[in-house]
């Protein structure tokens, strides 16, 4: 989702909408004087140590190279800056040079808790119009450049009490910056907050209304959104120059919230897309399906991870699945020499794993549960080291400079050192909750809690 949840609702009266609309028109403003700016960060003079373009970041396995963001940190120290967000959403932070993307809905209202079994909220209704909402902010002061909103309108479906209405990540290639909101659209706006174009798939039925959450996937010039829910599924290819559908496959799955991976092997990309009956993959240029495996379990949420021909998918809802699948085969790879390992314990349900040299970390369902297994072989390095002062895990674990950053719901983060054995170097503690994952990029850490938006940098 971009896989995480997190409750959306904030309380909006008409002066707060007359100065949201004032600020709208400051942004442009903004967005017009930084143009320049912009300009340079689209003519690729941008280091690659200046991204996270998309969930998982600039590797899209959690990884990022060349950063090096702090070990330690606390309300009062080494925090560069601190912003509040309007609206809620647990997407990740997406920059690109000095600029940073976050999707975001806006609430008219506050949202109904509609009671489940045992009296507690099991979805989350919305009461009026809500705000999809693209947001852009200098990353170097956390202050606003643009904030454009993408589509205002009542939801046709409420969502999970952990979950809200703007789980995607965006995804940039330094010339444009793609936003799903899902039901609501997709929308391409340029690095300046100019809109592009749009394009209208349709409106999804999930899972016991539980909301939406799968980014898309964005290589070279080809746009990829994966819709699975209750009703016709279906993967779609969009130019991203112009929004024109390229191909359309059908699939026959239920709602899943995994986001597509395009793997390059043997010189071709393919997308891969994990889901409850079968991981597919298809071929990027045709949408022609390559091969598909089974094995996961229902409910699929993590995004894979790749490295040295091997594609890594894992599942952990009502049971627990890993899977080492080697490229290049063709057909139906369920049962077949295809699968190099696999494992059936101890996997993550929303958390997606990392890929850190031969080393995968994952989680245990939703739990500070941390395994580490030798990705070439299986064999596990760490098997459910409990992580000390983490309360729940909805964030995905990410890595740079030889550390790795293990994000709880209820405000700490541990940083453990990337070995074969466990090593804690430290547990940091914020005023806040977080669901979403964190973006690495230079010195920088990244951390979008439930109200603000952190950057922590040594100093």
Known sequence: MSSEFLTSGAEASISRRQVLQRSLQVGALAATSLGSRADAQTSGRVPASSHWRQWRGPQANGLAPGADPPVTWSEGSNVRWKVKLPGGGTGTPIVWGNLLFILTAVARQPSRGVAGGGGAPRTIQPEGPVQFTVLCLDRRTGKTVWQRVARE????????????????????????????????????????????????????????????????????????????????????????????????????????????????????????????????????????????????????????????????????????????????????????????????RGTPYVPSPLLYDHRLYYFGSNSPILSCVDARSGKLLMDGQRVDGLQGVYSSPVGAAGRVYLVGRGGAVAVIRNSDRYELLATNQLDEKFDASPALVGKDLYLRGHEHLYCLATG
């Open 153 to 344: 309108e009542v939801p046709h479906e409420g969502h999970h009490p952990d979950h809200g209405f703007a789980s995607y990540s965006a995804v940039t290639d330094g010339k444009v910056v793609i936003a799903s909101f899902g039901s609501r659209g997709v929308f391409c706006y340029d690095l300046q907050g100019n809109k592009k174009w749009e394009k209208q798939l349709g409106r999804m039925q999930t899972r016991n209304g539980f909301g939406e959450g799968s980014s898309p996937a964005l290589h070279g010039n080809t746009v990829v959104i994966n819709w699975d829910h209750e009703g016709p599924d279906f993967i779609v290819a969009l130019d991203k120059n112009t929004g024109r559908e390229i191909w359309r496959q059908t699939r026959d799955e239920p709602t899943s919230w995994t986001t597509p991976l395009v793997v390059e092997h043997a010189g071709k990309p393919q997308v891969v897309t994990c889901a409850t009956q079968k991981i597919r993959s298809y071929d990027l240029a045709t949408g022609k399906l390559i091969w598909e495996c089974g094995g996961l379990t229902a409910n699929a949420i993590p995004t894979p991870v790749t490295s040295n021909g091997m594609l890594y998918a894992t599942s952990g809802f009502r049971g627990s699945a890993l899977l080492a699948i080697r490229l290049g085969r063709t057909g139906d790879l369920t049962g077949t020499d295809a699968i190099a390992w696999s494992l059936n």
